[in-house]
């Protein structure tokens, strides 16, 4: 509970601005909850952006690009004497949690129906609540069934809603492979004019990609348009019957629409025209 | 093991005897078409890494925070041969991406590094378990072998000594796993750097180095001997964070700070993290051109002084103080709170200097300057009210 408490009270005392912002009803309730049978020893130390690295080394960088703003860890004692890991970060956003959730899950992860979203592979949990992202990962002696019941007794603790971040109900939902949806915070494609994607595949694991950028305005939806044009060395394209068709220099063929303040695009259909137009009806 | 693809048209290796290192990857660029050669890039400034001999381009990548495979092909392309990864980044799946995309690559055309943590326990099973994580980042890459591994994140020098990891590394070796052996370390850096030296398994030490390095004369020291020693020297976390304040309005000058580093010999090679095709840009032209201006020397030096949160304790800001008041020690606690969120140690340090008093009552203006260029009287300020929270919240 000392983490908690260093977390609020530096918002509190420290940082009075950032109140709200950093000691919602998340913060208030957050522990670590405590299945029948188990024990639990939280850490003491809470990690921010300026030290994850000194946890988790490099890979604290794509934290910190997906709104990272604290982690807290503790050691679980199973009712068999194991020790499992529990390791929870809180994001700026969802779509930030549910990013970086989206960034370390395999497709051959397992799904378990706890949080917004979750997989599971051997000794190991991964877990959006909201915008908090659990990982647990334990000894091969301890059994998914064993997880699952620390998985739930989270889920009883934060009550998220399941469901994907409502952005992802603006792809289509017919052909979409289970589990491809993703969130890019920045630099998506590459392009550092491109933030806040929501993408998905479509058909098989290696099928086209259909994406959602959602900007303030129409004005600003038209100069992302027009940057993705201008990469493509097309800034004259035609618009065609469904959307404006270009040759991205990195990505290959792709189309772009502009629908009010969000784009829309779809790419990596390679050279297969039909399915191309299948995808592209789907968005109409 | 070497792999061809089906046209077999890179060639680049490491075109050591040159001294530039050629590169035509992979994808074309310009014309989104897989599969046109594209023309090859020659890249200016090279180094070798020490007795590897591999001859890498002054600036490679670090893949950590990509996972766009078309980044890691423009790379490629343009000259960064060298591509860096790890066992746990993304959970495994930054070495996925990495694997499904350099399957068509010439195994001869790259350099890949990986890193993977220690294991604690019993010798035997530490050493089982850690060649298994081997085994399965080499299983992802779908390689054979890697280039180089690494002893992921060694913190001291027990931590790059310690016989069993030392055991498991040779062994990997052995197994054919890996051409070079390294460790990566980004804290007590020249403790471990001449702990690898000394120890003769390492080839090369990937160590944080920048400018904003309070201790960079020890680290640049302790690479001097490594290079001495014949032990190759990359560099990381060049870019101090990428912004001077906590903020994240004043971004470093990447290019700058990728040249500081640089302007040190005994560093091979560095691998910025990159997302962007602008930001590859930026970082590929260093390999073209290694010299710093007068304006990348300007913008090093002036955000130097205002960075970070570790007061070094030099008390040239305590002379100039009416009041000399152990300002260092205001500085500390601030660095507890909002570095290490650790509010009891800094309500500590705040209690032996009246808490949450104001020690600059009745002060109109501050003389008090800090080399670091710490805004000394708001830093107080702010952390003095830390010293208000009741003690039982800490208990």
Request: glycine share 10%.
């Amino acid at each position: 509970m000392r983490a908690v408490r260093t977390v609020f009270l530096l918002a509190l005392c420290v940082l009075p601005g950032a109140v709200t912002a950093r000691c919602g009803d998340d913060d208030a309730r957050i522990a670590f909850p405590v299945p029948g049978g188990w024990s639990v020893q939280p850490d003491t130390a809470v990690y921010g952006p300026e030290n994850l690295w000194e946890y988790i080394n490099g890979a604290a960088d794509l934290f910190v690009l997906y709104g990272f703003e604290e982690l807290r860890s503790a050691t679980y004692r199973t009712p068999g004497g194991d020790d499992v890991r529990a390791e929870l970060y809180r994001h700026a956003t969802v779509a930030d949690a549910y990013g970086m959730y989206s960034q370390e899950r395999a497709p051959e992860n397992r799904a378990v129906e706890v949080g917004t979203e979750g997989c599971a592979d051997a000794g190991m949990l991964n877990i959006v609540f909201g915008r908090w992202y659990l990982k647990v990962s334990a000894p091969p002696a301890v059994g998914h069934e064993d997880l699952m019941q620390l998985a739930r007794s989270f889920d009883r603790v934060f009550g998220s809603p399941r469901g994907l971040p409502s952005e992802f109900g603006m792809l289509p939902a017919e052909g979409r492979v289970p589990r491809s949806e993703q969130y890019v915070a920045r630099d998506f494609l590459g392009y550092g004019f491109l933030s806040r994607a929501y993408l998905a595949r479509y058909e098989n694991g290696d099928g086209p990609q259909v994406f959602l950028i959602r900007t303030a305005s129409p004005d600003a939806a038209d100069r992302v348009r027009t940057s993705l044009l201008r990469v493509a060395g097309s800034t004259n394209a035609p618009e065609g019957p469904f959307a404006t068709h270009v040759i991205d220099p990195h990505h290959g063929a792709m189309d772009i629409m502009v629908r009010g303040s969000d784009i829309l695009g779809v790419f990596g259909y390679g050279k297969n025209e039909t399915l191309r137009l299948k995808i592209l009806k789907k968005l109409q | 093991m070497v792999r061809f693809n089906r046209r077999g048209f890179l060639r680049t290796s490491l075109i050591a005897a040159s001294g530039a290192v050629l590169t035509g990857p992979l994808h074309a660029r310009g014309n989104g078409d897989p599969s046109a050669p594209p023309p090859a890039t020659a890249v200016k400034h090279t180094r070798t890494l020490g007795r590897t001999g591999l001859v890498l381009p002054v600036v490679s990548m670090g893949v950590m925070r990509s996972d766009n495979p078309g980044l890691v092909r423009a790379a490629l392309e343009k000259g960064l041969l060298h591509l860096d990864t790890a066992h746990g980044y993304q959970k495994g799946m930054n070495e996925t991406m990495l694997g499904k995309f350099l399957a068509d690559v010439p195994r001869d055309s790259f350099v890949i590094s990986t890193k993977v943590p220690a294991e604690s326990g019993d010798s035997a099973a530490a050493i089982r378990a850690w060649l298994g994580r081997v085994e399965l980042s080499l299983q992802r890459l779908k390689m054979d072998h890697v280039d180089i591994l690494y002893l992921h994140a060694a913190g001291s020098k027990d931590e790059t000594l310690a016989p069993a990891m030392l055991d498991a590394l040779l062994q990997a070796k052995e197994n054919g796993y890996t051409r070079f052996l390294g460790v990566s370390t980004h804290k007590n850096e020249p403790d471990v750097i001449d702990a690898a030296v000394e120890c003769g398994v390492y080839d090369v030490v990937l160590t944080a180095v920048n400018f904003k390095q309070d201790h960079y004369p020890s680290v640049k020291a302790a690479i001097g001997r490594a290079a001495k020693a014949g032990v190759g020297i990359v560099g990381m976390k060049t870019m101090a964070g990428g912004f001077f304040d906590r903020e994240k309005t004043k971004p470093i000058n990447c290019r700058a700070a990728l040249k500081f580093v640089l302007q040190d010999p005994n560093v091979t090679t560095t691998i910025p993290g990159i997302t962007s095709f602008d930001q590859l840009d930026e970082n590929a032209s260093v390999n073209h051109d290694l010299a710093m201006t007068d304006e990348e020397q300007d913008a090093l030096a002036a955000g130097r002084l205002e960075g970070g949160l570790y007061c070094q304790g030099c008390e040239h800001c305590v002379a100039g103080c009416p009041r000399n008041l152990a300002i260092p020690d205001y500085m500390r606690a601030f660095m507890y709170a909002y570095g290490y969120r650790d509010l009891a140690m800094a309500q500590t340090v705040l209690k032996e200097h009246g808490g949450a008093n104001d020690p600059c009552h009745g002060c109109d203006s501050c003389s008090a300057s800090c080399v670091k260029g710490f805004p000394v009287r708001e830093r107080i300020a702010d952390i003095r009210r830390v010293g208000s929270i009741p003690e039982e919240f800490f208990s």
